[in-house]
């Protein structure tokens, strides 16, 4: 089964000053974390391990319908 993950994630300077938010379909945790991953290259990969964590964390949303897995929308600051 599909869900829409809505993922907070902090991501320190000079990478970002914020973090971002990132709107995911995916059928589980690791596909969401390969693919924000995949989707941010630009990603401080010492935020790798916290980005796992808010993604166990992270609001999760069952789909009516099978979709294909992708970034829906990202917001990064």
Known sequence: MKRLYIVEHFVPFPSSEYGGLWN??????EEVYDLIVEDDG???????????????????????????????DSFLT
Not at 24 to 29: G, H, L
Not at 57 to 64: E, G, Q, R, V
């Open 24 to 29: 995911v379909v995916a059928s589980s945790d």
């Open 42 to 72: 630009d990603m401080n990969t010492q935020c790798y391990g916290k980005l796992r964590e808010n993604i166990m964390k992270a609001s999760k949303y069952a789909l009516a319908d099978e979709v294909e897995s992708k970034v829906v």
